[in-house]
DNA sequence: TCCATGATTCGATAAATGTGGAAATATCGA
DNA sequence: TCGATATTTCCACATTTATCGAATCATGGA
């Protein structure tokens, strides 16, 4: 991931409505939402949800599938990974302020 | 860290400039660097930089200190720790997208 | 085919963000 | 005190972002 795609996901997370989304998505697992169960959760009507999804799945941080007529969205790991991965290597210093894995947080 | 605060850390991060310059504060350490060495690194006028060092500072991803005429601009690795902490926490999969720390990347 | 449902796109508008020159502030050396 | 240096604040302006109703598109059932 290079720092134009790392300002995009970023860009896309930095939103209040856009991060619960994405929390609710990383939540619900692979099997994902869909659109309508979003806005219903998040309390928003369904043209700004879209609008946030939109941005969401350019940066790269969800996938959509179709399904009747609904369209389902899940949160991309990988895309995840991508982020995060680039935040340790190139904001901290030599892994200084890396935070524990989940394997090590549960152990301490 | 809360919702609220990780959104002001990532919008923080969300930028072209203000990414650049946390990475060269980051590459700097505890050291860090005046306001004016940024601006010429980054090639982008005083004011603007002012501009931009103060959102990170806003996020608490910088601190700031007076020595004679210059201001040195630090990157503060706890918060930086703080914010990962977070998406690890809250917007991975029970740490399914969780990166390798730095340890485990140089052993592998 | 017709209608209901789930979702996106369009359009107008409001609000926030980014830019950079000029002026103001703080510090140091002569 | 005066001038030079380092930085921030102020201001006007352009751009981007967020909101949401209305219109449009896609799908499935009667």
Redesign the interface.
């Known amino acids: 991931m290079d720092?134009t795609q790392?300002?995009r996901a970023?860009?896309a997370?930095?939103?209040?409505h856009r991060?619960?989304a994405?929390?609710l998505l990383?939540?619900a697992?692979p099997d994902g939402l869909a659109a309508g169960a979003l806005a219903d959760a998040l309390g928003i009507p369904a043209s700004s949800l879209s609008f946030h999804l939109a941005q969401l799945s350019n940066a790269g941080l969800v996938s959509q599938r179709r399904v009747s007529r609904s369209i389902i969205y899940a949160?991309d790991?990988?895309a995840?990974?991508g982020?995060?991965?680039y935040?340790?290597?190139?904001?901290?210093?030599?892994?200084?302020?890396?935070?524990?894995?989940?394997?090590?947080?549960i152990a301490s």
């Open positions: 720092a790392t300002i970023l860009s997370l930095a939103q209040e991060l619960a994405f929390r990383v939540e697992g949160a790991y990988a995840m990974n982020l995060l991965s935040l340790t290597e190139n904001c901290c210093a030599g892994g200084l302020c890396a935070p524990a894995t989940t394997a090590e947080r």
